[in-house]
């Protein structure tokens, strides 16, 4: 009986020591993160500033983590991000509000239409005023792809201005990864 009660004392020690451990973590990484001005950051800048927080803390507590371990970091968050929720839920508030998105792009070209390269993705290939050739890539639907559609066969020469969103995609052919420059919006003059 006194085996049971003496293991069970050191386990509840162990367990306060830890929780302890995480209780300090989350403080100091809501200290971390408030370093920052939330209202002006994306939801994905959030993110990141709060992971590498979370990683300077847990090297300054000595926790050992691989930060190459992505299963490990991510249970080291939910049990730093629990704790968090109640020493800073305005940081949560950030995280939850949908309007947060990423701002849509801001890159534009302005020229004409050289040609559209129809594959197993379709390309739009851009002359700008400049006379540099850009290349566009077609993913998804954008504002102004219903009038790209109707115009299909008549395209050479018009004057557009596209914004696009330059992307990395992986390339099994290059064995790299690839920036892209995939369509946001088209608007004909």
């Known amino acids: 009986m006194k085996f049971i009660i003496s ?3 050191i386990f509840s020690f ?13 403080q100091e990484t809501c200290d971390c993160i408030n370093k920052n001005d ?5 939801k994905d800048e959030i993110e990141t500033k709060l992971g590498l927080c979370m990683i300077e803390i847990a090297g300054n507590q000595k926790y050992d983590i691989d930060v190459s371990d992505a299963e490990a970091g991510r249970k080291l968050g939910e049990k730093v991000g629990a704790k968090m929720a109640t020493v800073c839920p305005k940081v ?9 998105k990423p701002t849509e792009p801001t890159k534009k070209v302005e020229g004409t239409i050289k040609k559209m390269i129809e594959g197993e993705f379709t390309y739009l290939l851009i002359k700008d005023s400049n006379g540099r050739e850009v290349k566009l890539i077609w993913l998804r639907y954008f ?11 008549k395209l050479e020469g018009k004057k557009v201005t596209v914004s696009f969103e330059e992307i990395e995609c992986y390339s099994p052919q290059a064995k790299s990864y690839l920036v892209l420059k995939e369509i946001r919006e088209l608007v004909f003059e």
């Open 7 to 9: 293991v069970a004392f």
């Open 14 to 26: 162990l367990f306060s020591s830890a929780q302890d451990v995480f209780d300090k973590m989350a």
């Open 38 to 42: 939330l209202s002006k950051l994306t």
């Open 92 to 100: 949560f508030v950030y995280l939850l509000d949908d309007e947060r």
């Open 143 to 153: 504002k102004g792809s219903e009038e790209l559609l109707e115009k299909s066969g």
